[in-house]
């Protein structure tokens, strides 16, 4: 079937450490895949999305790969500060309109 | 520039209540979703619709219903509330599927439901 295993959080750094959130997926077909980010008390917004094997998405310093011979969405940011705490899901489209799957969500908190 | 807008924000309710959650957006997408969720986990999908009249159920719509009168909103309706039910639900929509920017899902801020 299709899903995504995160990296299970808390994950609790200093401000200017690197950051990386693992993310697996298990799909059928060629699906797009996507960072999401939700700020205490608001819904999730887009943070950065990839569409196929080997394209780089990246925003805010964050990146990721979309690795197809992993199978690997891993979320990277060089130098965190304390506004990047947040929850970072990690999700992928079908391209059908209904079948999206999302992680279960990594809980940062940047500590200065 | 309101997007995806949510209402109520925070609401209790008793066993057997009835309520309606609010969604309207205003990007003029044709898409538009229902999702809750549950500490620990992801977001789950309850309904969806592709368009005006059309709707279809996700993955947990069970104890659910909802429709799509117009473009702009889409209600979702609890009718006998459960424990179970207690969660956060976030209304999203988006514009269309396929690879381009069309498919990217813009989210309400979330409705905090228990059900006591």
């Known amino acids: 079937g299709n899903s995504v295993t995160q990296m299970e959080g808390p994950v609790t750094l200093s401000e200017e450490a690197f950051l990386t959130i693992n993310c697996t997926y298990t799909?059928?077909?060629?699906?797009?895949l996507f960072w999401y980010v939700q700020y205490p008390g608001e819904g999730l917004q887009l943070l950065l999305k990839?569409?196929?094997?080997?394209d780089k998405g990246s925003n805010k310093g964050f990146e990721a790969t979309y690795r197809k011979e992993t199978t690997s969405f891993h979320l990277e940011k060089g130098s965190v500060q304390v506004s990047d705490s947040a929850v970072y899901f990690c999700?992928?489209?079908?391209?059908?309109?209904?079948?999206?799957?999302f992680g279960t969500g990594t809980s940062l908190t940047v500590i200065p | 520039n309101a997007g995806v807008t949510q209402t109520p924000k925070f609401r209790i309710l008793k066993i057997g209540q009835s309520m309606t959650l609010q969604c309207a957006q205003d990007?003029?997408?044709?898409?538009m979703y229902w999702y809750r969720q549950d500490p620990g986990m992801g977001l789950k999908l309850i309904y969806y619709?592709?368009?005006?009249?059309?709707?279809d159920k996700g993955e947990v719509p069970n104890g659910y219903n909802v429709s799509r009168s117009t473009t702009e909103d889409f209600p979702l309706r609890l009718e006998l509330a459960a424990p179970s039910q207690t969660s956060v639900y976030f209304c999203?929509?988006?514009?269309?599927?396929?690879?381009?920017?069309?498919?990217?899902?813009?989210f309400g801020a979330g409705t905090r439901l228990s059900v006591l």
């Open positions: 799909a059928t077909g060629y699906p797009s």
């Open positions: 619709s592709v368009g005006a009249g059309i709707t």
């Open positions: 999203a929509s988006r514009e269309g599927t396929g690879v381009s920017r069309k498919n990217i899902q813009y």
């Open positions: 990007m003029n997408h044709n898409y």
């Open positions: 999700a992928l489209d079908l391209n059908t309109g209904n079948q999206f799957y």
């Open positions: 990839a569409t196929k094997a080997d």
